[in-house]
């Protein structure tokens, strides 16, 4: 692998057992799970930064970081690094990496472009110039080049510009690490894997008592709570990864990986249901735990929340209700007050959780959240919010002042 370091100075690190930098990217408000995650696979020198954590480790760390971590949406790997003052010095310095050592003449690449600079305001247009000076080297030196494939790319890069100062990144996941694989049908307003695993780790939830997602849709906070109570690795049912491209490949190395990781798979005790008012979206649902092999381990029912009560006994609730934006609801506010009403009556021992972008309907719930967690679904500011539950005769306990604001 090449860096450039500067300017002039090429440097070669071909051993994969080398520790070098990675960049796990996250979003944002995960950064600090997604952190203890690395940490819990071997990864050093972990630094949460925004929506990505850096950390140091060898190819085997980069194979289980894409494997084994759920709140991950890639794992980046830099390999050069220089300054540019203008689009010129951009083209000339991405024109001297001996990209022939990292990608064949017949293969597909994209680049994917960050630019936070004064010199480079467009970050489209430094990609083109990024890709230009790729294509021209490979037609120098072998009158042939590789195509652009913006979908299903055999190699991906991310060029990120801070400045004057340009890093060029592999993503060493390809298509981003929420495709878990399991995905048959999707609902109406699914949630991003990533999202909905994060949730499950941010609530605390250690998979010691029953769980619930009172308005399931296609099923991916259920899953992802069976799959993280299972220790089922995230990317089980996933089968391709940007590195399997890579020149420092190693299948073996890989292979074993995936096994070590799949023989910690346990039995989970306890109950995982869901139920939506949507027959539709139960189907669908239920399409996607059949794939995933879960149907045995998680209960989904066609009813209203109003009548599907959770599993008896202590339960961890975790739900993304409607919130206006996708879903078209006649009434939010009569619905968050009747989510408030439901949680009221699920008694002791029940944590529930909710995360939702609509501020004004989040006071209609009338608990207090113990707390509050900014997090974003998509391009939506949204809360995660923690209601500890009592039962009836500790009513009192419930503020009646309806939650208060966004912060
Ligand atoms: C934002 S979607 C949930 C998406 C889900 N997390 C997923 O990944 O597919 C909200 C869901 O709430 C359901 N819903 C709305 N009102 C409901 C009610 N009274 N009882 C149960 N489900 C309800 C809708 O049918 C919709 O599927």
Not at 27 to 32: A, I, P, Q, S, T
Not at 47 to 51: F, L, T
Not at 93 to 108: A, G, P, S
Not at 182 to 193: D, F, K, L, S, T
């Given at each position: ?18 520790p070098f930098k990675m960049i796990g990217k996250t ?6 799970i997604l952190a203890e995650e690395l940490r819990a696979i071997g990864a050093t020198d972990v ?5 990505a954590v850096a950390f140091m480790g060898t190819m085997e760390t980069l194979y289980k970081a894409n494997y084994c971590c759920r709140t991950a949406l890639a794992i980046l790997k ?91 990144l592999m993503n060493s996941s390809g298509?981003s690490l ?16 990533v ?38 690795p995230p990317q089980?049912?996933r089968?391709?990864f940007g590195f ?9 190395e890989w292979?074993?990986v995936r096994?070590k990781a ?146």
């Open positions: 692998m090449i860096i450039i370091k500067s300017n002039k100075e090429l440097q070669h690190v071909s051993s994969t057992a080398k979003m944002f408000g995960l950064e600090e630094q949460p930064i925004n929506r830099p390999f050069a690094e220089f300054e540019a003052n203008n689009e010129q010095e951009l083209y000339d310095n991405v024109f001297k990496i001996k990209w022939e050592q990292i990608l064949d003449v017949d293969c597909t690449f994209l680049i994917e472009s960050s630019t936070n600079s004064e010199i480079f305001t467009h970050s489209y247009y430094a990609a083109l110039k990024t890709k230009d000076a790729i294509v021209d080297r490979f037609k120098r030196m072998f009158g042939r080049r590789p195509t652009v494939d913006t979908e299903n790319a055999d190699y991906k890069f991310n060029l990120h510009i801070h400045d004057n100062k340009v890093t060029l298509e929420h495709k878990r694989g399991y995905r048959q049908a999707v609902g109406v307003a699914p949630i991003n894997e999202l909905a695993a994060g949730m499950i780790m941010l609530s605390g939830w250690k998979a010691d008592t029953n769980f619930f997602d009172p308005m399931c849709g296609s099923g991916t906070i259920l899953i992802e709570a069976a799959m993280y109570a299972n220790n089922i089980y049912y089968k391709k399997m491209k890579w020149k420092e490949f190693n299948n073996s292979k074993s096994e799949d023989k910690q798979i346990r039995e989970f005790e306890h109950e995982i249901w869901g139920c939506d008012i949507d027959a539709n979206v139960i189907e669908q649902a239920e399409k996607n735990l059949r794939f995933a092999k879960l149907h045995y381990d998680i209960c989904l029912f066609p009813e209203s929340f109003e009548n599907q009560a959770p599993p008896e006994g202590p339960c961890m609730i975790i739900t993304n209700p409607p919130y206006g934006e996708r879903i078209a609801v006649d009434d939010l506010n009569a619905l968050y007050t009747s989510i408030g009403d439901q949680f009221k009556s699920y008694g002791d021992d029940r944590t529930a959780w909710l995360i939702t972008s609509d501020f004004r309907a989040m006071k209609s719930i009338g608990l207090r959240p113990s707390r509050k967690i900014e997090l974003y679904n998509g391009s939506l500011e949204c809360r995660f919010l923690k209601f500890d539950l009592y039962n009836g005769s500790k009513k009192d306990k419930y503020a009646t002042e309806a939650t208060t604001d966004g912060d």
